[in-house]
């Protein structure tokens, strides 16, 4: 800045530089224009010329004179030289020229005129001062100074803080105060506010309290005040207004203070505004973090200690209780919470639909510990039913119902409204997250959340929809999931008994799968209960209410506790129903009421305990078994039968319920079946007991009407709805198909997987369940689904067996229904098309309907066997046999006689009943004349369906059996792959299997031997009995006690035999390959010789009986002991039989008594019914016509070897004697392979399989029997009149007439009596051992034989199949050479009737071995063989093992083989003539009536029939054992051993032709008859003549 005065001017000052100065110091000062500018150059002015002075340029007082006159130029001269002065005190104050500071000290006290000493002591340093003399001393001015800047600055004034004025605050709030409604904007009043403060020094800080403190009082006008503020703050600094909000919730944080909600919502405003950080507000807050965190855990383990209460046992007293009572008292005081501040805010935040912030000051806290507050759980649900609002009125309000509606929040911030179920997504479902379980303070929200999961749902299974749209509703459906898990289900725990929420949520959850159901309450049971306190409390009390209840229930009173069942149950089920489930497998006396009371159940609650049933059975911690491990437990067989009762009486949902049953299958287990049995016993009413009476066994072979109503033990009624529950829930889950199938294929895994190391009990019950449950299943099935239905399910029978391995008889049992569908649906058709009315044109349709429907299944079956199969039966006999049922067959016309007879005299009560109202009465009556119609009308449609099917039958029967092989092959395939496996499956196939075997023989069926198969059934049931299991046993029994009921019927009388077998072909003798040739009235088998036959199989029976008791096997033990009982109306009739029994039953019970008390229950209950049927018991003599046994007298037999076809019917004692030899090998081979019976059995699958029951049929027994003793005790009575001998049955009719031969059958029966007696008890192990001993020497030669034998087998069976006609002949001229050299003393008699393959005969061989004792006619005779036996046991066991496997040498053989057929040809031819009369004349040796099975059969069906094994076979060979012909036996067989090799097959040949265990003709001509008496006579003494050289020998 260029200097104001020039040096001239300094220099020439008083010649005109003073002048000049005082010119600019003029001019400067009227410069008015520029104010500030004039101020400065002034100044500057001034210090010039003051510094001039200090420099010492200029004089003090020039100076001073000058600034005299320049001070009145302007008003504030003076201060401007003060200023000046300052200034340069301080500039000389620093400098070290000492001069220059006196300059200037000299100058001030020069101008102390002109500058007043208080400006100077204002602006001069205190020391300047003091030197100046202004003030005394300049320490004591500092300390002046600072005192009175105290008292101005520092000290505050009493009465007035700020120094502000009153007025103005009053002005400040009557101008907030105002009416806001006008013009009035926040901006004018802004202005307004600041001129407030500027006037009246207002503290800014103060006016922003004072604004929020307004703001607070006037809520309603936030687009006033926010605004406002927002203005204001730009006054302030940021932190300010939270400060203030932060002082102000200071000043509620007292212990007794309580935060006003209006300041919660200005601070919710101004946090929703962004005006504030909720980081900075959160932070002056109480509690803290850590206080809400220690509170939470602290009501955790409060909750768990309540609950340790609850479930505690606490024996109390009063004491306890009034103790109890004040703690709860005394936690009600202290009960009151601190306030707390944060939740206040969270509260306001919510209310006013600041989401966001809310959100995250839950977050600062644990889970639910906020919504736990009943006030914020009621603000966020309100905040919902806010958002949810348009979209819940467009698809969520329900029809005709009318709603109040909620209007929106006025606050566009608040969050968006859902108008799409996508919306939801976005906020709402998060809301609800948070609410948890605390929705169950709003149970209108709950219901509309429900309603909008239940129209999502809608929307969700309805197709069309876009592939994104899809992806994003699935997404949507597993929110809506999450939701029901984490938040509807614990609300719904938390609400009180609220039904209709139940029945709410049960709307939605019935869209969902039951997998999704299943799992929500999987979660809802095990985890939710555990993850609030609340909830943990709420779990307990439940359990304790549950406690009470249950404690209290009992039929009385079901309706009162089923009341509170159904309110605890509505709020928390899996608890409840968690513990009456826990209470039902402990007492199952429970079950009835428990069911009983749950009717007041919600349909959702029904679901829930569905859903408890199957996890209490899939329970992983429970045992199925019990702890011997022979049974299953009894908590599994309560919950089966608590199931079966719940789903018939309440509609809940199966298809969980099935789908385990089938899941467990797969897994292989089968336990799990009992409910499946249960459920359908209940459900459909369709029962699965051993138990049935022969009454009920009938009625269920007619229709549905009289099944219902004759058929099951428990009149099961109204099961229409239930059975059509169960039909939906399997078709709709193809569930039908797959239980069948698994089932069929579990039967095996049973024994094969499930088996391994559980007892045989067990695996026998277990296998028994699954059949059971199997056939019952089926049964339902068949009955309840429609044909299409039905038919759309099952597959074809080859694809059954073939792909999905289903075991033939269950796949036939599920074809049947189909194909009886079928034919009436195509028959009904044909009718439809021709209406013609004759009987002939109906059955012509028929017919043509059954092979229309049966030609594929025909074609289908050949793929089920070996091709080898089909030479012997066609497929159409196969699927025939299959296909049909006892309703095919027979009208069980009694049945529907009894049923009606019912009905009548139930009407006739009705009618007598006075006590009945008119009304009742007359629906009774029309009840049961509708019924009464009902079974009319299904008998009339029966019998027209069975003359149906036997016309059918009628037509078929000559393609059935093709004997391509033998009769004999014919009748085992018969029984191996028809009758065994059948039998077995249930008990109307039992009857079934009986019925169609007396068909097949009243058909006169061509090739089918009814006397074979006969022979072939009650011959060998050992194995078959052994291989059972329980209720096979016992199906096995009925079917063997219908055969003896028709064996017996013919027994009986002459004229029924003659009329009924008589003349037909199953009772030829000569058992032809070819057809039957008609009336040769010498080939059939005459009254008196079948007598016989009958008194063999009973036997043989009783033999097979005797063996199974003294095995001490439990199996053979139990069945044979259920077997007996079954047949007991028909066996035993002999005297003698039925003792041998009782001694072996007897010794059972005495036995078992202590050690398996089952067995001992079944021997005892056996033993009493034996003894009330002895008095109808008969001897033996009485029985058959008993002929003393000549060694001559010829018998009719039954040929039984595979290659037997038309062989000579006599038998000589030789042959007999041979035939004895192999029993004993087989024997030890079975009694290896004991161990393995079980598997073999079941692994064929052609055998027996059997189900679970005590066996325990005396109650049916019982019914027969009474009707026996009826029918008997009446024919006796004219017997004694007529013959005066007691005990007499209608079978002595015929032995009366041949009174002639009486005298001597009476001997021999004292003798055989007298020996029977000494013989009964079976020979111990010493003296069999003695007899071995003795039989050593004979040993060896014999094995010799037997050698030769067993090497021809294999060879000639290779021939047979090569060369069968050539060998036909050879066999021939065998026999003839035979006949003619081996024998010493007795010829062979007989002629070859038809020619037979030598292999065959030879293979008859192995047949006679297998037979021991069962040649003789009676037990006394035929006992006594066994010693022979051991000698060729050892060796021949030995041959009959090579003989199993191929022999080396089969080429050399067959040479030799060959050369002889050769040359016997021609010989055979000469003497056939010869032969046929020699027969006519020669007598046989006693007949011997053995059934003769061919080895490689006999191998066969043991495989089948699990025959491998029987132990200790030669313990009890008969019930009485004689060694009387021991020595005779050996005689005879050294003379067979020596006398022939070639010719060993022709004694088989003859064995197998022997029939039944008694004396008889082989071939009853006309000539025989005449001859009877004669033979009679010298039988006698041939016999004789054997005891006496046995004797010898001994």
Not at 848 to 864: F, G, N, Q, Y
């Amino acid at each position: 800045m260029a200097a104001l005065l020039p040096a001239e001017w300094i220099k020439n000052w008083e010649k005109g530089g003073k002048n000049e100065f005082v010119q600019l110091c003029r001019n400067l000062s009227e410069n008015k224009s520029h104010d500030n500018m004039g101020f400065r150059d002034i100044q500057q002015a001034l210090y010039e010329l003051a510094y001039h002075v200090v420099r010492g340029n200029l004089k003090h007082d020039q100076a001073s004179n000058v600034l005299g006159d320049v001070i009145e130029f302007r008003e504030d001269m003076p201060s401007i030289l003060a200023d000046v002065f300052c200034i340069l005190d301080i500039e000389t104050s620093c400098l070290e020229e000492k001069s220059k500071r006196d300059h200037f000290t000299q100058l001030v006290l020069a101008c102390l005129y002109l500058v007043s000493d208080t400006v100077l002591k204002e602006r001069l340093d205190p020391e300047t001062l003091e030197s100046l003399g202004l003030i005394k001393q300049s320490q004591q001015f500092n300390q002046k100074s600072v005192k009175i800047k105290t008292k101005l600055f520092y000290k505050q004034q009493k009465f007035n803080l700020l120094r502000e004025e009153n007025e103005g605050y009053a002005k400040l709030i009557a101008e907030l105060g105002q009416d806001l409604s006008g013009n009035i904007t926040s901006d004018l009043i802004l202005e307004n506010i600041k001129s407030l403060i500027g006037c009246f020094n207002l503290d800014p800080n103060r006016v922003l309290d004072i604004i929020l403190e307004v703001y607070e009082c006037r809520p309603e006008y936030d687009d006033f005040f926010v605004p406002l503020i927002e203005s204001y703050m730009y006054m302030c600094e940021p932190q300010t207004l939270c400060h203030i909000l932060g002082f102000k919730f200071k000043f509620y944080q007292d212990p007794s203070g309580e935060t006003p909600s209006s300041l919660y919502r200005v601070a919710a405003v101004l946090l929703q505004h962004n005006l504030i950080d909720l980081e900075d507000l959160y932070v002056h807050l109480l509690p803290g973090d850590n206080a809400i965190t220690e509170e939470h855990k602290r009501e955790i383990v409060e909750a768990k200690q309540i609950v340790r209460k609850l479930t505690m046992v606490v024996l109390s007293s009063e004491k306890t209780e009034e103790k109890e009572k004040e703690k709860e008292k005394e936690e009600e005081k202290t009960e009151k919470p601190p306030d707390n501040q944060k939740l206040g805010l969270l509260e306001a935040l919510l209310k006013i639909g600041d989401w966001q912030h809310a959100q995250s000051i839950m977050d600062q806290m644990p889970p639910f510990y906020a919504t736990s507050h009943k006030s914020i759980a009621i603000a966020l649900c309100q905040l919902v039913h806010v958002t949810i609002e348009p979209l819940y009125r467009r698809v969520g309000v329900p029809k005709g119902a009318k709603g109040s509606p909620i209007s929106a929040l006025p606050n566009k911030r608040a969050p968006k409204q859902a108008d799409s179920f996508e919306d939801l997504r976005k906020e709402v479902f998060n809301m609800l997250c948070y609410l948890g379980p605390h929705l169950s303070h709003d149970p209108i929200l709950f219901a509309k959340v429900v309603r909008l999961g239940k129209a999502f749902m809608k929307e969700f299974q309805s197709d069309g929809s876009k592939q994104e749209d899809k992806e994003k509703m699935e997404i949507l459906f597993s929110c809506l999931l999450s939701i029901t898990d984490q938040v509807l289900l614990p609300s719904l725990s938390l609400m009180d008994c609220n039904a209709c929420m139940s029945e709410e949520l049960w709307g939605m959850f019935k869209t969902f799968p039951y997998q999704y159901r299943y799992r929500l309450y999987g979660q809802w049971k095990n985890e939710t209960y555990n993850s609030h306190p609340l909830l943990v409390k709420v779990k307990a009390q439940t359990i304790d209410r549950a406690k009470y209840i249950m404690k209290r229930l009992t039929k009385e009173n079901v309706k009162p506790s089923g009341r509170q069942i159904g309110k605890l149950s509505h709020s928390n089920p899996t608890i409840l129903f968690d513990y009456i489930l826990s209470q039902i497998q402990k007492y199952d006396n429970l079950i009835t009421p428990v069911v009983d009371s749950l009717k007041y159940l919600t349909s959702l609650n029904y679901d829930v305990l569905a859903y408890c049933i199957i996890e209490a059975l899939a329970n992983p911690e429970k045992e199925r078994m019990k702890h011997d491990d022979t049974t299953i437990s009894s908590w599994l067989q309560s919950l089966a039968s608590f199931c079966g009762a719940v789903f018939r009486k309440y509609p809940i949902e199966l298809a969980g319920l099935l789908q385990y049953v089938a899941n467990q299958l797969k897994a292989g287990k089968s336990f799990d079946l009992l409910i499946l049995k249960e459920v359908v016993q209940k459900m459909a009413g369709i029962e699965i007991t051993e138990e049935m009476t022969m009454e009920q066994l009938e009625a269920m072979t007619g229709g549905e009407q009289l099944k219902a109503e004759g058929g099951y033990f428990g009149q099961i009624r109204n099961t229409k709805k239930s059975s059509q529950r169960l039909k939906d829930a399997l078709l709709d889950h193809d569930l039908a198909l797959p239980l069948c199938l698994l089932m069929a294929q579990q039967r095996n895994g049973v024994i094969f997987q499930e088996g391994g190391e559980k007892h045989l009990k067990l695996v026998g019950k277990l296998y028994d369940q699954c059949h059971d449950t199997l056939v019952q299943f089926g049964g339902f099935l068949a009955s309840n689904l429609s044909t299409e239905d039905y038919i759309k399910r099952v597959p074809s029978i080859d694809v059954l067996c073939n792909e999905f391995h289903t075991p033939h008889d269950a796949a036939f049992f599920l074809s049947r229904p189909m194909y009886a569908h079928h034919i009436s649906s195509k028959y009904d058709e044909l009718k439809k098309a021709e209406k013609g009315n004759k009987q002939q044109h109906k059955v012509h349709k028929y017919i043509t309907s059954c092979e229309l429907v049966m030609a594929p299944v025909h074609d289908a079956v050949i793929s089920l066997h070996l091709p080898k199969v089909w030479d012997d039966i066609s497929p159409q006999f196969y699927a025939t046999f299959w296909s049909l049922t006892m309703y095919d067959l027979a009208v069980p016309h009694s049945s529907y006689d009894r049923e009606v007879n019912k009905l009548k005299v139930q009407m006739k009560a009705i009618d007598d009943n006075q006590e009945m109202p008119p009304n009742k009465k007359k629906k009774e009556k029309e009840r049961c004349t509708a019924l009464q119609d009902k079974l009319l009308e299904e008998e009339k449609k029966q019998l027209e369906h069975v003359q149906r099917v036997l016309q059918r039958l009628k037509l078929e029967k000559d393609n059935w059996l093709l004997a391509k092989s033998t009769k004999n092959e014919t009748i085992t395939k018969f029984l191996q792959l028809c009758i065994f496996p059948r039998c077995i499956f249930s008990a109307i196939d039992a009857v079934y299997c009986a019925h169609f075997v007396e068909l097949v023989h009243q058909q006169k069926t061509p090739n089918f031997s009814t006397l074979l198969c006969y022979d072939r059934v009650f011959s060998d049931i050992i194995y078959t009995v052994a291989s059972c299991t329980e209720n096979e046993a016992s199906r096995y029994g009925r079917f063997l006690c219908c055969m003896l009921e028709t064996v017996t019927r013919w027994h009986s009388d002459r004229v029924i035999y003659e009329k009924e077998c008589g003349n037909y072909p199953g009772f030829l003798t000569i058992l032809r390959a070819t057809g039957f040739d008609g009336g040769n009235k010498a080939d059939q088998l005459d009254y008196e010789n079948f007598r016989h036959v009958v008194h063999k199989w009973h036997y043989k029976l009783t033999k097979a009986s005797v063996h199974c008791l003294e095995t001490g096997e439990y199996t053979h033990i139990r069945n044979i002991l259920i077997v007996l009982t079954k047949i007991l109306p028909w066996y035993p009739k002999v005297l003698n039989l039925g003792q041998a029994l009782e001694r072996r039953v007897h010794k059972i019970c005495q036995e078992e008594k202590e050690k398996r008390p089952d067995l001992y229950a079944l021997a005892m209950g056996y033993s009493g019914q034996l003894k009330s049927r002895k008095p109808f018991m008969i001897p033996e003599n009485e029985f058959h016509h008993k002929d003393p046994p000549a060694r001559n007298a010829v018998a009719a037999t039954v040929q039984n070897g595979p290659g037997g076809a038309g062989m000579p019917t006599s038998l000589t004692i030789n042959t007999v004697r041979l035939e004895e030899g192999t029993t004993e090998e087989t024997d030890k081979l079975k009694e290896k392979s004991q161990g393995v019976v079980k598997v073999i059995n079941k692994a064929v699958n052609a055998t027996p399989k059997v189900t679970t029951s005590n066996g325990n049929s005396a109650s049916n027994s019982k019914i027969i029997k009474e009707k026996d003793d009826k029918e008997k005790s009446g024919k006796e009575k004219d017997k004694e009149k007529k013959d005066k001998t007691p005990a007499a049955i209608p079978e002595m009719k015929a032995l009366g007439k041949d009174g002639k031969d009486k005298p001597k059958e009476e001997r021999a029966n004292k003798d055989d009596k007298a020996r029977e007696i000494k013989e009964k008890t079976p020979k111990s192990d010493k003296e069999k051992e003695k007899v071995k001993k003795e039989e050593k020497a004979s040993k060896e030669e014999k094995s010799k034989t037997v050698v030769t034998i067993i090497e021809s087998k294999s060879t000639a069976e290779k021939e047979r199949e090569k060369e069968p006609s050539r060998e036909r002949d050879v066999a021939k001229e065998m026999k003839s050479k035979e006949n003619a050299k081996g024998v010493e003393k007795v010829p062979v008699a007989g002629s070859l009737k038809s020619p037979v393959p030598r292999s065959e005969t030879s293979e008859s061989e192995r047949e006679q071995k297998r037979r021991k004792v069962d040649t003789h006619s009676s037990p006394s005779h035929s006992s006594t063989v066994k010693d022979n036996l051991n000698e060729l046991k050892d060796s021949s066991a030995k041959h009959y093992i090579n003989h199993t496997t191929p022999t080396l040498s089969k080429s050399k053989e067959r040479e030799v083989d060959k050369k002889d057929l050769d040359k016997s040809r021609e010989r055979s031819r000469e003497r056939e003539k010869k032969d046929e009369k020699d027969r006519k004349d020669r007598k046989r040796d006693h007949s011997n009536s053995d059934r003769e099975v061919p080895q490689d059969s006999t191998k066969r069906r043991k495989e089948e029939n699990g025959t491998t094994g029987s132990s200790k076979h030669s313990k009890s060979e008969s019930p009485s054992d004689s060694p009387r012909l021991n020595e005779k036996e050996k005689e005879k067989n050294k003379s067979k051993s020596s006398g022939k090799e070639k010719g060993d097959s022709i004694k088989a040949e003859k064995m197998e032709k022997s029939s039944s265990g008694s004396k008889k003709e082989s071939r009853h001509d006309k000539e025989k008859t005449e001859k009877k008496e004669k033979r009679d006579s010298t039988g006698g003494k041939e016999e004789k003549k054997h005891h006496k050289s046995s004797d010898k020998h001994r």
